[in-house]
């Protein structure tokens, strides 16, 4: 056989194989809800000597954030009545997912967190009855914010929050508690408000074998053409 021939042959075999081994397509599904008026900023003393003039003032944060769907307009409870609390549900990042879910994320922009007080200021963080509860304390204690500021916090989210998300609809439920922040000191309870939300799910798509090993079928095609080519040499000899 000649070496023109045995290309030709071979290039389709080589295409096949590489097209079988070809990894799964990402995707990312997201959806956000409320709009980012402010950047994320702890408001860290030690960090920016100036950082008591950058903080924001409750009628700010509430003006900025007209015309923002619920819970997302308004500043939410008092530092000296009421907790803060509120559920947001996202329904439109794409219907039920059929694909496999590889990770997802939620973010959340939260002024007046006060996680700079003592104590834990997450009571309650859920989605769809999963707790996440101690996941979010973790994070806002990593970045204590201050009264007056406005962090935004992602969580990665567990593989049992991440079930909950695949019929297309998830709800998510924050409570908060004192104490809170103030800036003469800790106060009995913790009003705040969130500026936005955002769910990100990256999936795996495409139907492709994972581990990138070729499926049977390629298989057996490419082991038929090798066939063929070591019988044409056979005859050849």
């Not at 070496?3 to 045995?6: P, Q, R």
């Not at 096949?16 to 995707?27: E, F, H, I, Q, R």
């Not at 879910?101 to 997802?104: I, Q, R, T, Y």
């Given at each position: 056989?000649t070496?023109?021939?045995?290309r030709?042959?071979?290039?389709?075999?080589?295409?096949?194989?590489?097209?079988?081994?070809?990894?799964?397509?990402?995707?990312?599904?997201?959806?956000?809800?409320g709009?980012?008026?402010f950047p994320?900023d702890?408001g860290?003393?030690?960090?920016?000597?100036?950082?008591?003039n950058?903080?924001?003032?409750?009628?700010?944060?509430?003006?900025a954030?007209?015309?923002?769907?619920?819970?997302f307009?308004?500043?939410?409870?008092?530092?000296?009545?009421?907790?803060?609390?509120?559920?947001?549900t996202?329904?439109?990042?794409?219907g039920?997912?059929?694909d496999p879910?590889?990770?997802?994320t939620?973010?959340?922009?939260l002024?007046?967190?006060?996680?700079?007080?003592?104590?834990?200021?997450?009571?309650?963080f859920?989605?769809?009855?999963?707790?996440l509860?101690?996941a979010?304390?973790?994070?806002?204690?990593?970045t204590?914010?201050?009264?007056?500021?406005?962090v935004?916090?992602?969580?990665?989210?567990?593989?049992?929050?991440?079930?909950?998300?695949?019929d297309?609809?998830?709800?998510f439920?924050?409570?908060?508690?004192?104490?809170g922040?103030?800036?003469?000191?800790?106060?009995t309870?913790?009003?705040?408000?969130?500026?936005?939300?955002?769910l990100?799910?990256?999936?795996?798509?495409g139907?492709?074998?994972?581990?990138?090993?070729?499926?049977?079928?390629?298989l057996a095609?490419?082991?038929?053409?090798?066939?063929?080519?070591?019988?044409?040499?056979?005859?050849?000899?």
């Open positions: 056989m070496l023109l021939k045995t030709f042959l071979l290039a389709p075999l080589a295409a096949l194989l590489l097209g079988a081994t070809a990894p799964a397509l990402a995707a990312v599904l997201s959806q956000q809800l709009d980012i008026d994320s702890p860290l003393p030690n960090a920016d000597p100036d950082a008591i950058h903080r924001i003032g409750t009628v700010t944060f509430t003006n954030s007209g015309g923002d769907p619920a819970p307009n308004q500043f939410i409870g008092s530092d000296t009545t009421t907790d803060f609390t509120a559920s947001w996202f329904s439109a990042y794409g039920a997912i059929l879910v590889s990770a997802a939620i973010q959340i922009g002024y007046e967190g006060d996680s700079a007080a003592t104590g834990n200021q997450v009571a309650a859920t989605v769809d009855g999963v707790d509860t101690a979010l304390n973790a994070l806002l204690e990593a204590p914010a201050y009264t007056g500021t406005e935004h916090y992602t969580l990665s989210l567990s593989a049992a929050a991440i079930a909950e998300l695949l297309g609809s998830a709800t439920s924050l409570t908060l508690q004192g104490p922040a103030s800036v003469i000191g800790d106060t309870n913790n009003g705040a408000g969130i500026d936005f939300s955002i990100s799910i990256s999936t795996d798509n139907g492709t074998p994972p581990t990138g090993v070729p499926e049977p079928a390629s095609l490419a082991a038929s053409g090798f066939g063929l080519l070591a019988a044409r040499r056979r005859r050849r000899g």
